[in-house]
């Protein structure tokens, strides 16, 4: 059975605009983009246009490539002193020559839409309320919708980086999942992989997941992203869909769940602001 993002993006996008409207809520995303990068632009114009539809004001902040790092920081300490600004995203990659951690982590606790920050890594460590990276809430809310159980799942995530494998082990965690962390020095990933209720592949290695990695049954959640010929592939191979009881497509799953958490972050900071 398909998880459909799209769909549920787009129920949940009609939801969120009603309660915005219905609490009167002025909500102002800032996005900052440095330099010129084509993915980073059609996911910001992704962003701008979501935040429009439900009602969100979303401003681009689109500095110069070669901009100094301390007039960046400038920048972000504004817009942490705006009132008027609920939330910032910086978005990455950034130009080499600035240290992203290092300015991301400046933006304040209650306005980090990414939840990257120090404090908001720190209190999904602790299980403490946080804002949860978008990513790692959309795949959540996914599997929540479809009635798909968490807890007590044998959850394998192949791919540990900052933005989604290791945030995400621990969200799975704190709601009583087991979870293993898999990537490139696992030894034996098949028989890790053949064992998971909850397979979710987040590497960027195209078709890397393959069906006689996958148990029969398992809920197969595809978050890498590869581009081959023009068109967008994803980690887990096509025909492993057959081996599973449920699964995202790529593209079409896990990415415009993304999008729409990004209102979701900005709404429930918006409701923190009482």
Not at 116 to 124: A, D, G, I, Q, R
Not at 180 to 191: M, R
Not at 234 to 244: C, L, Q, S, V, W
């Amino acid at each position: 059975m398909l998880l459909d993002g799209k769909k549920l993006r787009d129920e949940l996008l009609l939801k969120y605009k009603e309660k915005i409207i219905d609490n009167n809520f002025k909500i102002k995303l800032a996005i900052i983009e440095v330099g010129e990068n084509d993915a980073s632009k059609i996911y910001i114009n992704n962003k701008v246009k979501c935040c429009m539809n439900v009602g969100i004001d979303a401003k681009v902040y689109h500095l110069d490539e070669n901009i100094l790092e301390s007039d960046l920081i400038n920048l972000i300490n504004e817009l942490n002193e705006d009132e008027t600004i609920t939330g910032i995203i910086l978005q990455s990659p950034i130009p080499k020559h600035l240290d992203f951690d290092k300015c991301s982590s400046l933006i304040k606790q209650n306005k980090d839409v990414d939840g990257f920050t120090k404090e908001n890594v720190y209190n999904l460590y602790l299980n403490r309320k946080n804002i949860l990276p978008c990513t790692v809430k959309g795949i959540i809310k996914l599997l929540e919708h479809y009635n798909i159980q968490i807890e007590g799942a044998n959850i394998v995530i192949v791919g540990r980086g900052n933005i989604v494998g290791k945030p995400l082990a621990l969200a799975l965690e704190n709601r009583n999942a087991t979870v293993t962390l898999c990537h490139s020095k696992t030894k034996n990933l098949e028989k890790i992989t053949k064992n998971a209720d909850i397979l979710v592949a987040a590497v960027g290695k195209a078709n890397m997941i393959t069906k006689d990695m996958v148990k029969a049954g398992a809920v197969l959640v595809d978050v890498g992203v590869s581009k081959i010929d023009g068109k967008i592939i994803g980690d887990i191979d096509k025909k492993a869909y057959e081996a599973a009881s449920y699964f995202t497509p790529n593209p079409g799953g896990v990415g415009p769940m993304t999008v729409a958490m990004i209102i979701d972050n900005l709404i429930e900071m918006k409701e923190g602001e009482k």
